[in-house]
């Protein structure tokens, strides 16, 4: 398993990155944007070390017929957050209950000046 690293982050600053959905059809090689239309997405952040869940964030689906497979994952107030690395992943469930997770990625935070 790989596991992404987001950009250093400071501690105390909105996290609100936009991730796309996407999907490679086997047969063909060809990745496309997935529409959320009908799926629910879940994401929160963890402690690396221990586990132990920091927050559960907010997840804001943007418009599907302009911006295809596009959402947001945020924290408005990420104050609390402790210095380290935390870690996340993103679950997306479809309307039959069907589930997928995203590939971990670790988020580096750092104290601001």
């Known amino acids: 398993m790989t596991t992404a690293t ?3 982050f400071k501690r105390g600053a909105t996290f609100s990155p936009v ?9 063909t090689n060809i990745t496309s944007t997935v529409n ?14 221990t586990g132990e869940v920091v927050e ?3 997840v804001t689906k943007l418009n599907q017929s302009t911006n295809t497979g596009k959402f947001t994952i945020a924290s408005s107030d990420t104050s609390a957050w402790p210095l380290g690395v935390l870690t996340s992943d993103i679950k997306l469930t479809d309307a039959s209950g069907n589930v997928i997770y995203s590939e971990t990625f670790l988020i580096p935070v750092v104290a601001p000046v």
């Open 19 to 27: 991730v796309t959905y996407k999907t490679t059809d086997s047969s």
């Open 56 to 58: 559960v964030l907010t």
């Open 6 to 8: 987001y950009p250093e």
């Open 36 to 49: 959320l239309t009908g799926i629910t997405i879940s994401a929160k952040v963890a402690s690396y070390d």
